[in-house]
């Protein structure tokens, strides 16, 4: 009886003591466009590609209230407005594109440099460079809020790797990439 009675007394106590609410954070969302390339070798990668590396690299690094917008959501939104990569330097088609896609920032950028030099001579392809041959990779890189159309970041990082082919590119573009994407998590 006493058990029983110390039960009850301990059950009524619980119901009157406060619950503590939990709210649940707002998930964010960023968008990633396709970087507009103004280099010398920028056909050997593809502007998608490297905003996908982009994109996995943020989901990576950015704390768990954080969604970032797959890049055929982004292409389907510019597509349908008519935009390219190169109209996202104005802040009222950046702020149009977050707007139909829910974004609270949008990540825009241009590659400065994504070559292979090298002492070969002209004639040799790029693709086959090698020896002496490095890549270099350059890429500015603009993140703006897209209720205030405020540019929170507007910086350059810049990647090289040791070698004449794709794949050397491929580590340069990926080494910038990385100091951007730890940038953006810090901000």
């Known amino acids: ?5 110390c039960l009850l007394s301990l059950i009524v106590l619980t119901a009157l003591l406060p619950v503590p609410v939990v709210q649940a954070q707002a998930v964010r969302v960023v968008v990633v466009a396709d970087f507009a390339n103004i280099s010398v070798d920028s056909g050997l990668i593809p502007a998608s590609y490297l905003s996908e590396v982009l994109r996995t690299l943020l989901q990576q690094r950015l704390p ?4 970032v917008v797959s890049g055929e959501s982004v292409r389907a939104a510019m597509r349908a407005r008519g935009y390219t990569q190169e109209d996202l330097i104005y802040p009222a088609r950046v702020s149009e594109i977050a707007q139909s896609l829910g974004a609270d920032w ?22 086959i460079r090698h020896s002496d041959a490095f890549a270099i990779a350059d890429v500015e890189i603009r993140v703006l809020e897209a209720l ?5 970041l507007e910086d350059r990082f810049s990647g090289r790797a040791p070698g004449g082919d794709r794949g050397s590119l491929l580590l340069a573009a990926t080494e910038a990439l990385r100091d951007a994407a730890g940038r953006i998590a810090r901000l």
Do not use: C, D, F, N
Request: hydrophobic share 30%.
């Open 64 to 67: 768990g209230q954080w969604r």
């Open 1 to 5: 009886m006493r058990t029983a009675l």
């Open 106 to 127: 949008v990540i825009t950028g241009t590659w400065s440099q994504l070559r292979i030099i090298s002492r070969g001579t002209p004639e040799t392809p790029p693709g």
């Open 148 to 152: 205030s159309r405020r540019r929170l």
